[in-house]
């Protein structure tokens, strides 16, 4: 039986680096540290590896490319990693392709693609949380991976806890007086198994627990994700008979949607209802919304960073990083924060719902 062709993807897992890191040493670059080099080149004399036209296109001409993968592409909180991401690839001299994610069978059939050791040197995932048989097919066939905003296992990976910011903003609300708080967020329809949404709600259990209160099963809403489907969902809170005095949205989208429903049913903000939302877009400073603010953009470049890291052959130091939130208080839930929303900033917000 004839022998099986050894390629540089092999030589790059004898090694313990990335393809790019194995093209590299074949073109002579000074990128790559002396330990580095004398560990490639001794896996190249050990599986005698000979560059066949793949690893010659790899090393001269062809520029190798990462690969994006990201759900709902058009969300801001999406865009503000991305755009962090882009900052870093776009100056290290690889190519970028994005794969957008909203339903099971879009992601498997782009990770069944791109776990393909010649689809791509390294990959790059958002949100989207993968299974183990998932990272160990990446794993086998040598590409790289660093994950953002989720987590797994032996895997660099991004992160926030959603839990934390969840009580932080229902400290917060009980903190001004409030008691009935309401909670909108997400319902995952696409079945991808996104959780933050329901680790905020448990973090705002937890707040309402550290005070000797449970959380009301009343007060939640759960739905698609947008700002209008989050104004029906407060327009109900708000008709019950004994309705919140503040709601936390998992999302400063979703916020807006709560202020929108406030503004329609008559109500002052944050007199008479308080308004919380998550993430920190740079709509919420507009609007002067009250948010816990994740490093969005931040935790992109912290992504990227770490996949170079692991392609340029460097051990990353620290798998799992957890980056910090920060409650950001303004005028949706203090007063005297910066002033209630002018004319202006309601019809805009009339237009933005």
Do not use: W
């Not at 099971?104 to 993968?130: F, N, T």
């Not at 991976?145 to 400290?171: C, F, K, N, Q």
């Not at 935790?299 to 950001?328: M, N, P, T």
Request: some cysteine; charged content about 20%; overall charge neutral.
């Amino acid at each position: 039986m004839e022998r099986q062709r050894v390629s540089i993807f092999d030589v790059a897992r004898a090694a313990g680096v990335g393809v790019a890191t194995v093209s590299r040493v074949l073109n002579s670059s000074p990128r790559v540290s002396p330990t580095t080099r004398a560990r490639v080149e001794a896996a190249i004399e050990e599986l005698g590896y000979h560059p066949s036209r793949l690893a010659s296109g790899l090393s001269k001409g062809r520029q190798d490319m990462i690969a994006v993968l990201v759900p709902f592409i058009t969300r801001p909180s999406v865009v503000s990693r991305l755009e962090g991401v882009i900052e870093v690839l776009d100056k290290s001299g690889y190519g970028t392709t994005l794969y957008s994610v909203a339903s099971l069978s879009q992601r498997d059939r782009h990770l069944e693609y791109l776990m393909d050791r010649h689809a791509s040197v390294g990959v790059i995932v958002i949100s989207i949380p993968l299974s183990r048989e998932h990272i160990a097919s990446f794993r086998a066939n040598g590409v790289q991976l660093s994950l953002i905003d989720t987590a797994g296992e032996d895997v660099p990976h991004v992160v926030v806890d959603d839990r934390v910011g969840g009580a932080l903003a229902g400290m917060h609300l009980i903190g001004l007086g409030h008691r009935r708080i309401g909670f909108i967020g997400d319902e995952d329809l696409s079945g991808l198994g996104f959780a933050s949404s329901y680790k905020r709600l448990t973090g705002l259990e937890d707040a309402l627990v550290s005070f000797g209160r449970s959380l009301d099963r009343e007060l939640i809403r759960l739905g698609p994700h947008g700002a209008t489907t989050a104004k029906e969902m407060a327009d109900d809170l708000l008709r019950l008979g004994n309705p919140p005095t503040a709601i936390f949205a998992a999302s400063d989208t979703q916020a807006l949607g709560v202020l929108r429903s406030a503004q329609a049913n008559g109500l002052k903000v944050p007199d008479d209802l308080a308004v919380i939302g998550f993430d920190n877009l740079e709509v919420a400073s507009i609007f002067n919304l009250s948010t816990i603010a994740q490093p969005l953009f931040e935790s992109g470049v912290e992504g990227a960073q770490r996949l170079l890291c692991q392609l340029e052959g460097r051990e990353v130091e620290q798998v799992k990083k957890v980056l910090r939130l920060e409650l950001h208080a303004r005028a949706t839930t203090i007063r005297s924060a910066v002033g209630p929303m002018g004319t202006g900033l309601q019809r805009q917000l009339s237009a933005y719902v």
